[in-house]
């Protein structure tokens, strides 16, 4: 049986924590590196419903993507639902462990994930990593569509491929226009517009986008957008790395369980269409193309 430090250490050959920015918070969060682990859960979030999935599971690690103390804390009392959760792991002695933008950068990593289950060939990085001599490594992806699609079919397609939230995908663009090259990040991107831009795509894939930005991109340029929930478009990467981490045990010959969480934290939960403007004017569609809900 492997100890939890076996563990952390191939999944931090995986996803090295210096390829962390320098803001984030990655790493073991809590957990006896001596204690042996079995049984390990990949979720997105770290919040009270996947750990109560973990420790009713008998997991012995939770992988996170998100990081518990982004910015730090003075305490951990159980008066808050953070503390919460420490208490939680600690009692049932389940360790939490966290690949955040250290997965984002990997190769393969979140944005590789995003771009296979929405349908694409990876090309490269969006943003390459300057210290990746093989320019492998970065922020985004760029991929191609094969066969092309119009935007419409497309944005369908990212909707079956990732996982169901209440918000669905949002469209900007002609939803008739051919979708070939795309580019995609998973998580918030609304910050690359630049380079998406620069990349010469045809649509890009993403969430968290807001008015503004999102306005100016469309103006600037014919990209097309396509805002998937955060939550989905990196959830895809859990499978990514219970696949990495299933051939470490191989490899190792650990008899290690692993197990990929299907709560759904994205924290939007219901959806109430709107079918007309106060002037009776009936609001566009994307040809049909509403998300999912």
Known sequence: MPKLSDVISALEELYPPQWAESWDAVGLVCGDPEDEVSRVLFAVDPVQ?????????????????????????????????????VHTLIRSGTALHVAHTNADHADPGVSDALAEAVGLRVLGPLIPDPTDPAGRR????????????????????????????????????????????VAVCGGSGDSFFAEVRAAGVDAYVTADLRHHPASEATEAAPVALVDAAHWATEWPWLKLAQRGLSAAAEKHGWPLETRVSEVVTDPWTAHAPMTAFASGTPVASAAGVTGRA
């Open 138 to 181: 970065g922020t985004g992806r760029i991929g191609v569509l094969e066969p092309p699609l119009t935007l419409a079919d497309f944005a369908a397609q990212v909707a079956s491929g990732l996982p169901a939230t209440a918000a669905g995908v949002r469209v900007a663009g002609d939803t008739d226009r051919l979708i070939t090259r």
């Open 49 to 85: 419903a996947v750990v109560d999935e973990a420790v009713e599971w008998g997991a012995d690690l939770v992988v996170t993507h998100h990081p518990l103390y982004l910015r730090g804390t003075t305490s951990v009392a159980a008066t808050s639902f953070k503390g919460r959760v």
